[in-house]
């Protein structure tokens, strides 16, 4: 009996843990948030480019923008049943499916574009914030389009 209540009570602190979401309001500061990195990534090549603070503020508004991609992806919808919760969960696994595939080609990708053009030193640096950001682009766009496909049957 003790065993199978400490199960229970693991099962219960996993489910709060990965069942933890957002009110649907934040859904507009997390597409403000992303909207204001977007421009701040324009304004800063476009402005600081040659300056020794560039580095620092395209770190911050692409960490930005991953933020408010993640509060997008964390907020629940206004209605939000079983099927969403089914449709969330597979977004969520075409994502990470996705994100695996696209990191396993990209050296050979940039291999073929050292090659082939001069761009090529210009990959360069950490890729942990590209990959989150395409993480959880993916995944909210794959929750549209199923959401969509859904509510069309």
Known sequence: ME???KQERDIEKINKFTG???SNKFKIIGLGLSIISLVSIVMNAAYLENTKYYYLFDRIALTTMVLGFL???LSKEKIEDELIAQIRMQSFNYAVIGTVIIYLTMPFIN???YFKSLVGREIEGSKDVAVLGLLLTI????F???KKAYNEE
């Open 71 to 73: 509060v997008i992806s």
């Open 3 to 5: 065993l199978k209540s």
């Open 144 to 146: 549209r389009k199923l």
């Open 20 to 22: 933890y979401q957002l």
């Open 139 to 142: 995944q909210i766009l794959t």
């Open 111 to 113: 291999y073929i574009l």
